[in-house]
């Protein structure tokens, strides 16, 4: 395996994600922010954080699969996420756990950041990610 993650003794703990990613290998692969829009450009669950982390999270496994990775071989997923406020963590986890099995997603994640912006470029799009995985 080209990524190994893993958490440090000390560091903040528990979390649903490794703190560090090391990735070993030549081929890099960036996968551009994906929105809740599936391969149709149809707009999957609008209004629904739950469904967008879903869908998103799977358009992303698409753009890894067209280069020959997974997320077993991704180091760093970035969500970026309107109105963000605590108490939709549950909600965004919820999309998560939704398709942690029908996409092989590995528990703890890779190191996971989830950012709060203003607005994403539709009005509707409540969550955006972006992924980087490292391939030998």
Known sequence: MSVTTFSPENMFQPVPY???????GSRHVHVAGQIFRDGNANLIATGDLSGQVAQ??????????GAGATFADVVRLRFFMTQSAPEKIGAFMAGIESVVDELRLPQPLPPVSVIGVDFL????VLVELEAYAVLD
């Open 18 to 24: 490794h703190h560090v990613a090391m990735g070993t």
């Open 56 to 65: 998103v999270l799977r358009n992303t496994a698409l753009g890894l699969a």
């Open 121 to 124: 470029f539709e009005p509707a």
